[in-house]
């Protein structure tokens, strides 16, 4: 819930609320079915929204690919220090991990379902790709952001 309260009001302001509520049901619906289609016989339940969230913050990295997040990470037993990095890199990281995740998965060693994350991010490239808007370019033709 954190990280939709993070990205979420940025992805809602701009695709309005209708297709907000679209995109975070298709992403959990979709990463419902991944997470069945991974592992069938799995005794895992997929229980959450975590697909849905997935597919807003696919949608808000690839929307806003150079809005630079901040990190509070420790070094050693005491120090602590912040870092800032562009969102399109924690993007990258993290679909990283969700492949790894989901090899765990597979394998039964995690009961975290990534394949649900996928399946969500796999929605939020697709909104994006649908919904992203146009702006003009130096000839003065519409193109894609």
Same mark, same amino acid.
């Given at each position: 819930?954190?990280?939709?309260?993070?990205?979420?009001?940025?992805?809602?302001?701009? =695709?309005?609320?209708?297709?907000?509520?679209? +995109?975070?049901? &298709?992403?959990?619906?979709? $990463?419902? #079915?991944?997470?069945? !289609?991974?592992?069938?016989?799995?005794?895992?339940?997929?229980?959450?929204?975590?697909?849905?969230?997935?597919?807003?913050?696919?949608?808000?990295?690839?929307?806003?690919?150079?809005?630079?997040?901040?990190?509070?990470?420790?070094?050693?037993?005491?120090?602590?220090?912040?870092?800032? =990095?562009?969102?399109?890199?924690?993007?990258? +990281?993290?679909? &990283?991990?969700?492949?790894? $995740?989901? #090899?765990?998965?597979? !394998?039964?060693?995690?009961?975290?379902?990534?394949?649900?994350?996928?399946?969500?991010?796999?929605?939020?490239?697709?909104?994006?790709?649908?919904?992203?808007?146009?702006?003009?370019?130096?000839?003065?033709?519409?193109?894609?952001?």
């Amino acid at each position: 819930m954190y990280f939709l309260f993070v990205f979420g009001d940025d992805v809602e302001n701009f =695709l309005r609320p209708l297709r907000y509520l679209l +995109l975070i049901a &298709l992403a959990a619906f979709v $990463g419902d #079915l991944a997470h069945i !289609a991974l592992d069938p016989r799995s005794q895992t339940p997929c229980i959450g929204a975590s697909g849905g969230i997935a597919g807003v913050i696919t949608f808000y990295a690839l929307n806003f690919p150079r809005v630079r997040l901040g990190f509070l990470m420790r070094w050693g037993f005491v120090w602590f220090r912040w870092i800032r =990095l562009p969102a399109w890199s924690v993007f990258v +990281l993290w679909i &990283l991990f969700q492949l790894i $995740g989901a #090899l765990e998965q597979k !394998a039964g060693i995690s009961s975290v379902s990534s394949a649900a994350h996928l399946g969500g991010a796999a929605v939020g490239v697709v909104a994006w790709v649908l919904w992203r808007k146009e702006k003009p370019n130096d000839e003065g033709r519409m193109t894609k952001e």
